[in-house]
């Protein structure tokens, strides 16, 4: 069983920077394919951006490309999602993710969440 904990959400203020980790237990990490999820307060959960298990291949949804980067090291067992540019809109709780496939967005494990509040 694959544990996942997200640290790094904060309150700032529109144009800041975050970086949110994701440390992962129990498993071996680099089986594991890595994505980030958000929930905005009553909508649903959205695709962030993902990587594959090396590192070689990273997805993105459009409304984060270009200030998001998505980034893992394997040997610290950890995923980094690298926010810049930040707007209200990005205000959600955003979720680390594990699975088999990134591109196919197939993540079975899922973190608590981490609350990250972009003021205007």
């Known amino acids: 069983q694959v544990q996942l904990v997200e640290t790094g959400g904060g309150l700032v203020q529109a144009g800041e920077s975050l970086r949110l980790s994701c440390a992962v237990s129990g498993r071996t990490f680099s089986i594991y394919a890595m994505g980030w999820f958000r929930q905005a307060p009553g909508k649903e959960r959205e695709f962030v951006a993902s990587?594959?298990?090396?590192?070689?291949?990273?997805y993105y949804a459009d409304s984060v490309k270009g200030r998001f980067t998505i980034s893992r090291d394997n040997a610290k067992n950890t995923v980094y999602l690298q926010m810049i540019s930040l707007k209200p809109e990005d205000t959600a709780v955003y979720y680390c993710?594990?699975?088999?496939?990134?591109?196919?967005?197939?993540?079975?494990?899922w973190g608590q969440g981490t609350q990250v509040t972009v003021s205007s």
């Open positions: 993710a594990a699975g088999r496939d990134a591109g196919a967005l197939d993540f079975g494990s």
């Open positions: 990587i594959s298990k090396l590192g070689v291949s990273t």
